[in-house]
């Protein structure tokens, strides 16, 4: 591969540390909505990430820690955005199934999440921490 498609393939990525604390979200929403916004989104597809963004932060912040690391990855397909907690494991398979109605603000917000973007997962990794991983397709 040469020097030119093997950038063209790397993803940009912009990272984000913020203590977690809930005023630090408003910082991290600016950042991911200057990411969208280099990309083909329109301004309410850049709300629904901001909004997205903003519940995966108050859930990990919840799940406590000392900080959230925010990773937003440029592809040619979309935006893909990792939020990783330092808090502990999240138990995937409790939040595949959530609905809106189930009563609990954290479910609320994992319901709003899957509802605002295309694909919402959870990665396990090896420290037994979990991030939670985002994707929003450009439009076609």
Sequence with gaps: MNAQAQREATPDVVELRIPAKAEWVSIARLAVSAV???LQFSI???ED???AVAEALVHAIARGGDRVDLACESVPEGLRI???NFGGPVQPEAVNVVTADEGSMGNLGIFLIRALMDSVDYDARSDG?????MFKHLPS
């Design 36 to 38: 969208a916004s280099r």
């Design 82 to 84: 990792r939020v990783r």
């Design 44 to 46: 309410e597809e850049i």
């Design 49 to 51: 990430v901001k909004l």
């Design 129 to 133: 921490n979990t991030d939670l991983v």
